[in-house]
T-cell receptor
Framework: DAGVIQSPRHEVTEMGQEVTLRCKPI?????LFWYRQTMMRGLELLIY????????DSGMPEDRFSAKMPNASFSTLKIQPSEPRDSAVYFC???FGTGLAKNIQYFGAGTRLSVL | AQSVTQPDIHITVSEGASLELRCNYS??????LFWYVQSPGQGLQLLLK??????LVQGIKGFEAEFKRSQSSFNLRKPSVHWSDAAEYFC?????????????FGTGTRLTIIP
């Protein structure tokens, strides 16, 4: 398996623009997580899905952020409009919900977002 | 709610020396415990995990960790570090409730290796 795939790896945009980050989880995994990592706040869980359904979005910072998972192999995190303080590395991770592999999250390489 | 504390923000170790990174957790029941490593510009990679059973767990790259319930700790150790071990290390705790798959991560410890 190719692992969790995120695109793009780097995104530079101007304040006010819409940004869409993409994630393809590992095939067969039923949980998908979106994290944000900054120097100031460390690694923060934004939202996670189970079987394509959002379970906990309490970490989403504000209404400018939205996430969708239209099917088991694809998820997006959208920021509209983007602001400079959204600059961070965004990670996607996936996991199995049962069995010995339960709770083991596999991370993508991340998307480094810079909002100018 | 569970929480994780990594008291050391930055540790510097000489190549070939032993290493211990500290992790303390807070959770009412038996937790699932993890150590992840993040190399610069990369995502997090699982080093090892503790679910149950033997409290000393072995991981990849020669790392091990010991679960000590009485001290609520899960410290990561390596007998002899290599320059390639320079990275950031994260301890994480998960819960055993079915359907709750969240992991709570510590703030990380940055490891620097000097020649």
């Amino acid at each position: 398996d190719a692992g969790v795939i995120q695109s793009p790896r780097h995104e530079v945009t101007e304040m006010g623009q819409e940004v869409t980050l993409r994630c393809k989880p590992i095939s067969g995994h039923d949980y998908l997580f979106w994290y944000r990592q900054t120097m100031m706040r460390g690694l923060e869980l934004l939202i996670y899905f189970n079987n394509n359904v959002p379970i906990d979005d309490s970490g989403m910072p504000e209404d400018r952020f939205s996430a969708k998972m239209p099917n088991a192999s694809f998820s997006t995190l959208k920021i509209q409009p983007s602001e400079p303080r959204d600059s961070a590395v965004y990670f996607c991770a996936s996991s199995f919900g049962t069995g010995l592999a339960k709770n083991i999250q596999y991370f993508g390489a991340g998307t480094r977002l810079s909002v100018l | 709610a569970q929480s994780v504390t990594q008291p050391d923000i930055h540790i510097t170790v000489s190549e070939g020396a032993s290493l211990e990174l500290r992790c303390n957790y807070s959770y009412g029941a038996t937790p699932y415990l993890f150590w992840y490593v993040q190399s610069p510009g990369q995502g997090l990679q699982l080093l090892l995990k503790y679910f149950s059973g033997d409290t000393l767990v072995q991981g990849i790259k020669g790392f091990e960790a010991e679960f000590k319930r009485s001290q609520s700790s899960f410290n990561l150790r390596k007998p002899s570090v290599h320059w390639s071990d320079a990275a950031e290390y994260f301890c994480a705790v998960g819960v055993s409730n079915f359907g709750n798959e969240k992991l709570t991560f510590g703030t990380g410890t940055r490891l620097t290796i000097i020649p």
